[in-house]
């Protein structure tokens, strides 16, 4: 399996790094894996819905 860093993942779905490493300690992005401290995300990862965002919210209260 190929793997990208929080960096490269970053680019590629146009959010920051950090934000991308809340989604890995948060469990939301399948298939992450930490190797000494580095995060090491699946290349086929789809970006998860963030919750922030109206489309976010309108989700999280259809799955209630």
Do not use: F
Not at 5 to 12: A, I, Q, V
Not at 29 to 39: D, E, N
């Amino acid at each position: 399996m190929d793997y990208m860093t929080l960096k490269e993942t970053s680019e590629k779905w146009g959010v920051s790094s950090r934000q991308i490493n809340y989604y890995c300690t948060d469990g939301r992005i399948p298939g992450t894996v930490k190797m000494a401290g580095v995060w090491l995300i699946p290349k086929e990862a789809e970006k998860p819905v963030d919750m922030r965002t109206k489309q976010g919210r309108e989700l999280k209260h259809e799955t209630i």
